[in-house]
C-alpha cells in the first residue's frame, strides 16, 4: 500500500481472480459498506472474520472476490455506561529512499557518455560542481500522524448503545501543506427489546473526509522527477519568485521535456476533495413462534463527493511538454498569442459534485428446530439493492477577481467566447468557450432469492447447502439472473466415540464447493451508446463543421456472468488443552467468462476519444494454493503470558484462457509506450514479458560470434534468441518470454505478544517470496540522473557482464528486458509495541478502571534486495500489478499513545 495522506488499503484474498476489480466486500455489524476498510476505527472492532469459499455466495454478487466481517463492540443490557478514550501522535519519514549518484557520480557518467560518443566533455572541473542537490532529501519531510477517539457503551434492562466518534489527520511526507488528510467519524449503534418477541436495531455511521493532493506517484508525479533530476541543478534560481518561474530553477531540455522540476509542480499543485458519507441500518426482528425469527433489515450508503482543482498559468523551462503558456519577448507569460491586445490564455478551474447512493432492503425467516440429536437451522429470504449516481463537472477560465486558490471557483468564470473575432480561416472548432459543464447520471440494480438449510447431527456431522439467485441489471435480459449454489460438510472426528488421542482436544474435517458470480463492470456496459460534443462526432456540411453525435461504447447484448467455481478442504484442531490450534486448507478456485475489455479495430469507431470497446466474457483463471494458520499461547502465570501465531498463503495462478485476436491482453508501462506485463494463456496474470538477458558483450568477437543484434556494440546488453532464427528481433514478440512474475510464491505472517505483569510487548512481521518488480521509475537520457547501480556499469572488458555502458547511442539497452525486473521478495517487520498498564490499585484510587500508555514504531525495517521504495508495489489493474513507476513510499512512524477506560 501506498504511504500517502488517506490512501486506502490494497485487499486481495486468495489471490486475482479476475480482470477487473479484486477487492473484498467489506460488511460491518450486517451493513455493506463497500469495499473501503479504512472508515472504521480500528478502536471500534470487536472482531473481525474473513470468508475465503464459496459461503461468501450467501452475500451474492459483492461477495465473489471475498467477504471481511467485521462486529465493533456494543453495549451489554443492565450495564452502565463505559467511556473510553484512545490517543495518538506520531512522526512519519520515509522508510526508503532510493540510492541515486551525487554530483560527481553523475558528472562523472555523463562524461563517460559524451566521449563515448565522440563529443566533448560538458563537465571537465570535476572538483569545481557548483551544486549537489539531493532532490529526494530536499522533498521528504516528517510529518505528523493524529488520532483521538471517544466512546461510550452500556445498556439497560431493554436496550443496549455504543456512541462513538473520532478524529483522525496525516500530513504528507511530501509537501505537508498541500498533501494532507483529515476524517471525522461518528458511528451509533443501538439495540431496543421493544417487547418481549420484538428486537430493532440500528446502526449508523457519518463520516466526513477532506483531503488535499498533489500528483504523487508515477509519471508526472513529484516522485519522478525528484529521481530523474539532474543534482547539478538547484532547487531554486535566486529570483524573487514573481517572475514565470515562480523561483524554482528549469530544468534542462537535456534532462527531458517532461522532467520538470518536482518543486515547482508542488507549487502549482491545487487539488481538494471533501467527502461527506452517511452509512446505516435499521433492523426490525420478530420471533413468530419458537425457533422460528421473521427479519427485515433497510440498509443504506450516501455520500456526495466534492473536487476542486485549480491549474494557475504554469511555464517550468523552454520546450517542456507540461507548459501551459510560453513567454512573450520581454520574458513574462504571453498571455495574448494572437497579438490583437485581446487576453486568450488563463488559469483554468475545475469543480465538480458526485453523489452516490444505494440501499439494500433484506427480509428473511430463520428458523431453528431440533429432533433429538437432529439439528437444522433453515434461512430463506429475498434481497433488492439500488445503487444510483449522478454527476455535475464544470471547467472555465479564471476570468474574475484575483487569480489564485482562495479565489478559483467556478462562479468567478464567465461564460463567454475567445477568439471570436479572430478565429482562424473561420473553423469554428477554434473558438474557445470560457466554461464548460457536463453531468452523468446511472442507476443499477439487482433483485436476488436466497436459501439456505444447514444440519448437524449431534454436533459431529454436519452440512450445510445454500442456493441464491441474482439478476442484475448491467447484463442484457437474456442473461440477467444468474444461479449460485454451495454445499459444505464436516466430520468432528474428536466426537466419535471410538476417538481417544491424548493432547488433541478437538479435529474437524471440512469441504466445501460453490458458485459465485461477478458483474463488477460498471452501468450500460452491454448496451451501445452515443457520444457527442467531441472531434469524432463532427461532420463537414459546405465546408463548415457540424457537431452532432458519434459512436460511443459498442454493444454486446450477449454478455453475461462471470462466474467463480470454488473448492475448499481443510482440517481444524486444538491440541493440549488449548495450547496449540492449526487451521489448513487446499483450495482451487476456477473464473470462468472472465469480464475483459479487448482491442478492437479502429473501424468501429472504439479508438476514438470519449468512446470504448464492449466489454466481453474472454477469459478463464485459476488461483490454487495452500492456507495455514498455526497459533500457541501459554500462561506461566496470573501475572506471565506469551501468545504466537503464523499464518502461511501460498498461490499458484494461472490463465486458462485468453479469447481474444492476439491470446493476450498487454499492460504496464516501460519507458514512454512500452508494455512490460500480460494475461496471457498457460502463465500467470500480470506477468512479466521482455526480452532475457545473458550478460553484456565484453568484446566484437562476443558481438560478431552472437546472433545478429541491431546497433550491438562491447558494452551492450546481450539478448538471448529466444526463437533460435539467429537474428534478435526487437520489433517482434519472437523473441520475447516471461522473465518476471509479480505475484508471490509464498507469503507469511508471524506475531509475538507478552505480558509480563504490567507489561505488554507485541511485534509482527510479513514476509513475500518469489514476487518480481520493475522499475519504470528510470528516464533513459544522457543528462537524467541515474540509481548508483550504474556506478558498476561496463568501462571495458571485464569490468561488468550485468550493467551496460553509458552511451547515448545505446538505446537498445534501454528496451524492456530482464535487466530492470528485480526480485521483490522482502521481510518487514511491520510493529514494535511496548506498553504499560497502571496497576488497578492506583488507577481506582484517580477514578479510572484502566490507564494504559505505550509506544510503537510500525513499518520499521523491510528487509529486501529491491531497489525502489516499495517491494510491494500494488496496481488497481492486476496485469500491471508489480510495475514500480514511483509510487509514493510507505511510512515509518513513531507513535505514543494512551488508553483510558473509566
Do not use: C
Not at 557518455?113 to 566533455?121: F, M, R, V
Not at 431496543?192 to 488535499?212: C, D, M
Not at 485581446?342 to 428446530?369: G, I, L, P
Not at 562491447?714 to 519472437?734: A, I, K, M, T, W
Amino acid at each position: 500500500n501506498s504511504g500517502s495522506p488517506g490512501s486506502s488499503y490494497n485487499i486481495r484474498i486468495r489471490g486475482i481472480t479476475t480482470n477487473g476489480n479484486n477487492s473484498p466486500l467489506v460488511i460491518v455489524d450486517g451493513v455493506n459498506i463497500g469495499t473501503d476498510i479504512s472508515v472504521i476505527d480500528p478502536n471500534d472492532i470487536e472482531r473481525m472474520d474473513i470468508i475465503k469459499d464459496a459461503s461468501s455466495a450467501i452475500y451474492g454478487v459483492q461477495g465473489a472476490n471475498g467477504v471481511i466481517l467485521i462486529t465493533t463492540k456494543t453495549g451489554k443490557n443492565n450495564r452502565k455506561t463505559k467511556f473510553n478514550y484512545n490517543s495518538f501522535f506520531s512522526f512519519q519519514e520515509a522508510a526508503h529512499k532510493i540510492k541515486l549518484m551525487d554530483a560527481t557520480e553523475y558528472a562523472v557518467y555523463v562524461n563517460e557518455t559524451e566521449i563515448a560518443d565522440g563529443n566533448s566533455l560538458p563537465y571537465p572541473n570535476l572538483g569545481n560542481l557548483e551544486y549537489n542537490t539531493d532532490w529526494q532529501d530536499k522533498l521528504f519531510t516528517t510529518s505528523p500522524l493524529i488520532s483521538h477517539s471517544l466512546s461510550a457503551t452500556g445498556g439497560s434492562e431493554k436496550m443496549n448503545y455504543s456512541v462513538s466518534g473520532t478524529y483522525f489527520t496525516q500530513d504528507g511526507i511530501i509537501a505537508s501543506d498541500k498533501s494532507n488528510y483529515e476524517r471525522w467519524t461518528v458511528k451509533n449503534n443501538l439495540g431496543v427489546n421493544l417487547t418481549g418477541k420484538l428486537q430493532l436495531n440500528t446502526f449508523l455511521l457519518y463520516t466526513n473526509v477532506k483531503r488535499r493532493t498533489i500528483p504523487e506517484s508515477g509519471r508526472g508525479s513529484a516522485l519522478y522527477y525528484a529521481l530523474n533530476a539532474s543534482p547539478l541543478t538547484p532547487v531554486y534560481d535566486g529570483t524573487d519568485g514573481s517572475g514565470p518561474s515562480r523561483g524554482f530553477s528549469y530544468i534542462s531540455t537535456e534532462q527531458g521535456t517532461e522532467i520538470i522540476n518536482p518543486f515547482a509542480l508542488i507549487y502549482n499543485a491545487y487539488n481538494e476533495t471533501k467527502v461527506n458519507r452517511f452509512t446505516g441500518k435499521i433492523e426490525l426482528a420478530y420471533e413468530l413462534i419458537e425457533g422460528l425469527k421473521a427479519t427485515s433489515r433497510f440498509n443504506f450508503n450516501y455520500s456526495e463527493v466534492y473536487y476542486r482543482g485549480y491549474s494557475p498559468l504554469q511555464y517550468y523551462g523552454p520546450n517542456k511538454v507540461v507548459n501551459n503558456v510560453t513567454l512573450d519577448g520581454t520574458g513574462n507569460f504571453d498571455i495574448d498569442r494572437n497579438d490583437d491586445g485581446d487576453r486568450d490564455v488563463y488559469s483554468t478551474v475545475n469543480e465538480n459534485k458526485q453523489t452516490y447512493y444505494d440501499y439494500t432492503w433484506e427480509s428473511f425467516f430463520d428458523y431453528t428446530k431440533s429432533f433429538g440429536d437432529h439439528n437444522f437451522n433453515m434461512l430463506v429470504g429475498t434481497s433488492i439493492r439500488s445503487e444510483q449516481y449522478k454527476g455535475i463537472f464544470g471547467s472555465g477560465y479564471l476570468v474574475n477577481g484575483a487569480d489564485s486558490w482562495s479565489n478559483a471557483y467556478l462562479f468567478n468564470t464567465q461564460s463567454f467566447i475567445i477568439d471570436d473575432d479572430d478565429t482562424p480561416n473561420g473553423n469554428p472548432q477554434d473558438i474557445q468557450q470560457t466554461t464548460n459543464s457536463s453531468s452523468g447520471i446511472g442507476e443499477d440494480r439487482w433483485y436476488s432469492i436466497f436459501g439456505r438449510l444447514q444440519y448437524d447431527f449431534k454436533g459431529k456431522y454436519l452440512f450445510s447447502g445454500m442456493l441464491r439467485r441474482d439478476a442484475s441489471t448491467r447484463f442484457g435480459p437474456n442473461n440477467r439472473v444468474g444461479y449460485f449454489p454451495s454445499f459444505s460438510a464436516g466430520w468432528v472426528l474428536s466426537e466419535e466415540s471410538f476417538f481417544n488421542v491424548n493432547g488433541i482436544d478437538k479435529l474437524k474435517f471440512r469441504g466445501s464447493w460453490g458458485i459465485t458470480g461477478n458483474d463488477k463492470i460498471g452501468s450500460y456496459r452491454w448496451v451501445g451508446l452515443l457520444q457527442g460534443a467531441n472531434a469524432e462526432a463532427a461532420y463537414p456540411f459546405a465546408d463548415v463543421l457540424s457537431y452532432g453525435n458519434a459512436l460511443g461504447s459498442l454493444a454486446n447484448p450477449d454478455l453475461q456472468w462471470e462466474t467463480n467455481y470454488q473448492t475448499n478442504i481443510g482440517f481444524d484442531t486444538t491440541l493440549f488443552n488449548g495450547m496449540f490450534d492449526l487451521s489448513v486448507d487446499y483450495y482451487i478456485k476456477k473464473t470462468e467468462d472472465l469480464l475483459l475489455t479487448p482491442e478492437v479495430s479502429g473501424v468501429l469507431g472504439a479508438s476514438a476519444g470519449g468512446s470504448s470497446p464492449p466489454i466481453v466474457n474472454a477469459g478463464t483463471i485459476e488461483n490454487k494454493g495452500i492456507d495455514m494458520s498455526l497459533n500457541f499461547k501459554y500462561a506461566f502465570s496470573e501475572n506471565i503470558s506469551i501468545g504466537l501465531g503464523y499464518n502461511l498463503t501460498s498461490i499458484k495462478n494461472k490463465a486458462l484462457e485468453v479469447n481474444n485476436a492476439a491470446g493476450f491482453i498487454s499492460g504496464g508501462l516501460f519507458g514512454l509506450n512500452q508494455s512490460t506485463s500480460r494475461f496471457q494463456t498457460g502463465l500467470p496474470i500480470g506477468v512479466f514479458y521482455g526480452l532475457k538477458t545473458d550478460g553484456v558483450f565484453q568484446n566484437q568477437a562476443q558481438v560478431d560470434a552472437h546472433a545478429a543484434q541491431a546497433g550491438a556494440q562491447p558494452g551492450d546488453l546481450r539478448y538471448v534468441d529466444v526463437d533460435g532464427d539467429g537474428v534478435v528481433e526487437f520489433g517482434s514478440s519472437d523473441d520475447l518470454t516471461v522473465i518476471g512474475n509479480p505475484i508471490p510464491d509464498v507469503t507469511m505472517g508471524f506475531n509475538f505478544n507478552l505480558d509480563f505483569y504490567q507489561f505488554d510487548f507485541s511485534t509482527s512481521l510479513y514476509a513475500s517470496i518469489g514476487n518480481d518488480v520493475t522499475r519504470s521509475y528510470e528516464r533513459f537520457l544522457t543528462y537524467s540522473n541515474k540509481s548508483t547501480l550504474y556506478l558498476d556499469r561496463w568501462t571495458g572488458e571485464g569490468t561488468s557482464n550485468t550493467v551496460p555502458r553509458a552511451s547515448t547511442n545505446a538505446s537498445n539497452n534501454f528496451l524492456f528486458s530482464d535487466f530492470y525486473v528485480e526480485d521483490g521478495s522482502y521481510l518487514r517487520i511491520q510493529n514494535i509495541q511496548l506498553g504499560y498498564t497502571l496497576p488497578t490499585s492506583i488507577s481506582e484510587k484517580i477514578g479510572i478502571d484502566n490507564f494504559r500508555l505505550y509506544v510503537a514504531v510500525n513499518n520499521a525495517f523491510t528487509f529486501t534486495k529491491y531497489k525502489g521504495y516499495n517491494p510491494d508495489v500494488s496496481n488497481a489493474d492486476p496485469v500491471s500489478a508489480g510495475v514500480d513507476l514511483g509510487q509514493y513510499p510507505q511510512t515509518r512512524t513513531f507513535t505514543t499513545g494512551i488508553n483510558v477506560s473509566f
